[in-house]
Nanobody, 122 residues
């Protein structure tokens, strides 16, 4: 059974940093595609970043490029989203998602975590 568990969210001031973790079980990340999405209150879920583990390719939404980094620790079967220079508009619930065939920043993933709240506020 595939499970994705996010952690690392919290309250941070504008300009601050957070690192989110997505711990996977029931699958080995080596050949899976993993993405981070976020959803702000009253808004649709949007893709933030993704990684294709087969070749290491990464993608970022324009709104976070240059501020967010995505990487993996295969020994821990965990994907991280390192977020810096956070802005109030980065506030939302952050979800990780995994799929063996599909990838990118669209809502095409089969497996989802329950999310972790990120609030950027002074």
């Amino acid at each position: 059974q595939v499970q994705l568990v996010e952690s690392g969210g919290g309250l941070v001031q504008p300009g601050g940093s957070l690192r989110l973790s997505c711990a996977a079980s029931g699958l080995l990340l080596d050949y899976w595609n993993v993405a981070w999405f976020r959803q702000a209150p009253g808004k649709e879920r949007e893709g933030v970043s993704c990684i294709f583990h087969r070749d290491g390719t990464t993608y970022f939404a324009d709104s976070v490029r240059g501020r967010f980094t995505i990487y993996s620790d295969m020994a821990k079967n965990t994907v991280y989203l390192e977020m810096s220079n956070l802005k109030p508009e980065d506030t939302g619930v952050y979800y990780c998602a995994a799929d063996f065939r599909h990838g990118g920043l669209a809502l095409v993933y089969d497996y989802w975590g329950r999310g972790t709240q990120v609030t950027v506020s002074s």
